[in-house]
């Protein structure tokens, strides 16, 4: 592995190899992603959950369930038949993406499970 020299002298190992988190995603993907979570807070009797309230577990069938719904959305916009779906697309892909994220979480979370039992 190469090293990075600063005009100040300090040295740091180079970064070819590390993870460039603010080049893979897009932040103003981001900031609309955060925009429909921050809009979902906000449950049918009017009061207001966590932003991370997800983290506390949620079945993985129940994340499959409603991603299989949204993506079912997206393939009617793809297709040329918005009038089939509910709401903006923007709504629909930032769903498909929560949905996603909690499933991979809860994959993630049930993984560390099993490697702490060992």
């Known amino acids: 592995m190469g090293m990075r020299k600063f005009e100040s002298g300090a040295t740091r190992d180079d970064d070819v190899?590390?993870?460039h988190v603010t080049?893979?995603?897009s932040p103003?993907?981001?900031?609309?992603r955060a925009e429909y979570m921050d809009k979902h807070r906000v449950m049918r009797d009017g009061s207001l959950r966590e932003p991370d309230n997800w983290k506390a577990g949620m079945p993985q069938s129940s994340y499959i369930e409603s991603m299989d719904r949204h993506v079912l959305d997206?393939?009617?916009w793809a297709n040329g038949s918005p009038e089939l779906y509910q709401d903006d697309i923007e709504e629909k892909l930032c769903a498909v993406?929560?949905?996603a994220e909690g499933l991979l979480y809860e994959i993630l979370k049930q993984r560390e499970e099993l490697e702490e039992e060992e």
């Not at 103003?28 to 609309?32: A, F, I, T």
């Open 28 to 32: 103003e993907v981001l900031k609309r």
């Open 74 to 76: 997206v393939k009617l």
């Open 17 to 19: 190899r590390k993870l």
């Open 23 to 25: 080049r893979f995603f």
């Open 97 to 99: 993406m929560f949905n």
